[in-house]
């Protein structure tokens, strides 16, 4: 998965990020409301943690544009306040959850699961197909009954197929997903790495099908 950090306090944003990427997310941060909105201009992501307080405003009147564009982005609010009626007054602007300074990561990181569950539209992380159980969360794979071991970008790949069967998506696109703005990806390292999941898959009724210049397509040929 792809987060945006929105957090001016350095060493906060250093240590979630440091967690995220142990669980083989990508995260990009963004110390300020200026540089969040350049961030969703140019790429996707999967969610958005988003502190209120910023140098250059509000996060609340960030999350206000934010839906009134009609983005559907699951965001996280991170906060020191915990009235009652903060929580309401964020939730109502659209916001998907809500975590109170200072918090546990562990709890931050299930938040997140439970947020990306629920935009999924399924209570359950487990996904099974063309013989093949996967579990993102806890970074397990088997084929066919028998255990897979994933590398994390390798691992975040099949996440994003699997999660969208038939659909198209170009080497820009993984690039831009599995990799940050500071990681030169090229396309060759994109190919390596769906040759790899190829192989991993090779047992199951699962393919990835190459279109030419049109990009790759997970199809389920049971």
């Known amino acids: 998965m792809k987060f945006l950090l929105v957090e001016d306090n350095q060493e906060l944003a250093s ?11 990508v995260i990009e941060h963004a110390p300020n409301l200026s540089d969040a909105q350049a961030f969703i ?6 969610l958005i943690l988003l502190d209120i307080m910023l140098p250059d405003g509000d996060g609340r ?6 839906r009134a ?16 009626s903060d929580r309401i007054g964020t939730l109502d602007l659209g916001a998907d959850d809500y975590v109170t300074k200072p918090f546990d990561h562990a709890e931050l990181e299930a938040r997140c699961r439970a947020v990306l569950r629920r935009k ?12 093949v159980r996967f579990d993102p969360v806890a970074g397990l794979l088997d084929v066919r009954g028998q255990r897979v071991s994933l590398r994390n970008r390798e ?10 069967p038939g659909q198209v998506f ?14 030169d990806a090229s396309e060759n390292a994109i190919e390596v790495y769906v040759g790899r999941l190829r192989k991993h898959l090779k ?11 049109l990009g790759y397509r997970l199809d389920n040929g049971s």
């Open 61 to 66: 009147a960030f999350l206000k544009r934010h």
């Open 120 to 131: 999924a539209g399924t209570s359950q992380t487990v996904i099974e197909l063309g013989g």
């Open 41 to 46: 201009e140019t790429t996707e992501f999967d």
């Open 170 to 183: 170009s080497k820009q696109k993984l690039a831009d997903r599995l990799f940050s703005y500071d990681h």
């Open 15 to 25: 240590a979630i990020s440091s967690r995220m990427r142990q669980d083989g997310h």
């Open 203 to 213: 047992p199951s009724d699962l393919t990835i099908t190459t279109l030419r210049g």
């Open 155 to 164: 691992l975040r790949l099949l996440e994003l197929l699997i999660n969208a």
């Open 69 to 84: 564009s009609q983005l559907d982005t699951p965001v996280i609010i991170l906060t020191a306040r915990s009235q009652v």
